[in-house]
């Protein structure tokens, strides 16, 4: 039971590194993008094949895979930037598709629907960072999630937090303001990406094997629902609604009720909450962060 | 001198010529008005000018230099900053938020480094960038004695206040030239009076002012000199008494005389 705890916190861990991502992308840019499981499975691949074919040691792999997921982030975003709300969700849809079926195809690279398997463990100076051993390799998680929040928080509260903001608002008036949007843009979805494709990198090192399988489009959907259960514009949020998400997704094994649970009745629970969020919480649980200015000290949180 | 200059400035939409042929100038210091009936393409020329579209012929100096086809944000760089005829303001961020964000490229001391550097820069450093932008936006928002609305969302403001904030943001860019599009479209005849006023003390800033407006009175109370367009094509050009007295003036807005 214990272990199983562990296990959703790990799970809650790397998809808070993917939520971060897309809070960014969404949250701050308003950009409604479907593509976080691609960044995710190229970072994981990245990891996957520069362990098991170039004997790459993880903390190697791991800035590969932010690296390569960034330009990827930077390839879809260039073009696609043009695009606004559901234009913009389709065409980001679509990219993730197109990886999960290149990776489920390029058989000579990525070993097609077999995924690949026996991807070494990470180790620290010597300490295995065993999965099995779930305590070391939560830590691991946590340290991650709470770097990347720190940076990522630090970001949002500058001139680029604000810039974002102010794309999201009004593109006219923030270009009129001196702000160059396109650029803005792609840095959101370049950041997004690369915090994304970290998360690849985790999860490769956990499960120890990748298959095509893990990264579908309903891994997209379940990020965006964390982010918009949480509260859109606040990483606090989007870590908060990550793992309220990961124990709905998880409750009939953790009551003990899978025999009498249908596996499909998470995805039942996920649209209930979801409706019953836009009738009386549109703005998520926390909401988004509001900073009051003027005071000695300033107040973060909070809702409006 | 000139601050600002269109040559032959055209702007076609498919076979509707919005902007034809007009030779605009801005004398520097002064207030200029731009004038003319609906649909006369006035929008269009500060569009064309400020970069949101880009002519079809014809080229624009500021400065003496070709601007013509600069993307919006370079131009607002330069030092041309706007408003909007239906408001646009970052309706659900703060009034000071709003006005910080005109700040935006003036703190931007490594532009070249890119954010993500920035976000490694110690905390010390962040702290004081944010403040420095702050304590600039707070001081407009006193210009403008709105110190007390700093925290509220710029969309509960009142309608008037919402255009002054509006100013308020153009200005925080440090401009050399403001265009304002219908400053006083909306506003009772107190809150015409006070806009008055601001636009009088923004020039005594040493900032060049360039307004569209319908409200007459405050046009010919306050330009120095008036433009006057008409089916996109310049009509007029002179001080406020040139203008009332200008047949073809009269003719375009109440239309001819029976004979």
Same mark, same amino acid.
């Given at each position: ?18 939520? =971060? +991502? ?6 701050? !840019?308003?950009? %409604?993008?479907?593509?976080?499981? *691609? $960044?995710?499975? &190229? ?32 390839? =879809? +975003? ?6 606004? !709300?559901?234009? %913009?969700?389709?065409?980001?849809? *679509? $990219?993730?598709? &197109? ?206 | ?259």
């Amino acid at each position: 039971m214990i272990n199983f705890f562990l296990l959703i916190l790990i799970y809650s861990g790397i998809y808070a590194l993917m939520a =971060i +991502g897309q809070n960014i992308i969404t949250g701050y !840019g308003g950009m %409604l993008s479907l593509c976080q499981a *691609g $960044f995710f499975a &190229i970072g994981s691949y990245t990891t996957a094949i520069l362990a098991t074919k170039l004997g790459w040691s993880f903390w190697a792999t791991l800035p590969a895979a932010a690296i390569l997921s960034a330009l990827f982030g930077l390839l =879809i +975003g260039l073009p696609t930037l043009r695009l606004k !709300g559901d234009y %913009l969700a389709i065409a980001t849809l *679509g $990219f993730g598709e &197109i990886v999960r079926n290149v990776l489920n195809n390029w058989d000579s690279l990525t070993n097609g629907p077999m995924g690949i398997q026996k991807i070494p463990m990470p180790d620290l100076f010597g300490f295995v960072i065993n999965p099995y051993r779930k305590y070391a390799f939560l830590v691991m998680v946590i340290l991650f999630v709470v770097i990347a929040y720190l940076l990522f928080q630090r970001l949002a509260r500058s001139r680029m937090g604000r810039a974002l903001a102010a794309v999201r608002e009004d593109e006219i008036a923030a270009q009129s303001m001196g702000i160059n949007i396109t650029k803005y843009k792609v840095y959101a979805f370049v950041l997004g990406a690369s915090v994304a494709g970290i998360a690849g990198s985790l999860q490769a090192v956990f499960s120890l094997s990748v298959t095509p399988g893990t990264y579908t489009f309903m891994v997209s959907v379940m990020v965006l629902c964390m982010v918009v259960l949480g509260g859109m514009g606040n990483f606090k949020a989007a870590i908060l609604g990550t793992f309220i998400i990961q124990l709905i997704s998880y409750f009939p094994q953790l009551t003990g009720l899978s025999s009498v649970i249908p596996p499909q009745f998470k995805q039942i629970l996920f649209g209930l909450i979801l409706v019953v969020m836009m009738i009386w919480r549109p703005q998520g649980l926390l909401g988004r962060e509001e900073r009051t200015y003027g005071g000695s000290t300033e107040r973060k949180g909070g809702k409006r | 001198m000139i601050l600002l200059e269109t040559e032959a400035l055209t702007r076609a939409y498919g076979g509707v010529v919005a902007v034809n042929k007009v030779d605009f100038q801005v004398e520097s210091g002064l207030i200029t008005g731009l004038i003319g009936p609906n649909g006369a393409g006035k929008t269009t020329l500060f569009n064309n000018i400020t970069g949101l579209d880009t002519p079809s012929k014809g080229r624009v100096f500021f400065n003496n230099k070709d601007i013509t086809g600069f993307p919006a944000h370079k131009i607002c760089r330069m030092g041309i900053a706007r408003t909007f005829q239906n408001i646009r303001l970052f309706k659900d961020l703060s009034v000071v938020e709003n006005v910080m964000i005109g700040r935006h490229f003036k703190t931007g001391r490594d532009e070249t480094k890119g954010r993500f550097v920035n976000a490694l820069k110690s905390y010390v450093y962040l702290k004081r960038e944010e403040q420095e932008i702050y304590e600039k936006a707070d001081s407009w928002l006193d210009f403008f004695e709105m110190g007390q609305f700093k925290n509220e969302l710029a969309k509960n403001l009142p309608y008037g206040k919402q255009r002054e904030l509006e100013i308020a943001r153009a200005l925080a860019t440090e401009p050399q030239l403001l265009f304002l599009d219908e400053p006083a479209a909306g506003m009772n005849p107190q809150e015409t009076e006070h806009l008055m006023a601001i636009i009088r003390k923004i020039r005594d800033l040493g900032i060049t002012v360039v307004l569209i407006e319908h409200d007459m009175k405050l046009v010919m109370n306050i330009c120095d000199t008036i433009t006057v367009l008409n089916y996109g094509q310049k009509l007029a050009q002179g001080t406020p008494r040139e203008i009332k007295h200008n047949s073809s003036v009269i003719e375009a807005y109440l239309g001819k005389e029976e004979e």
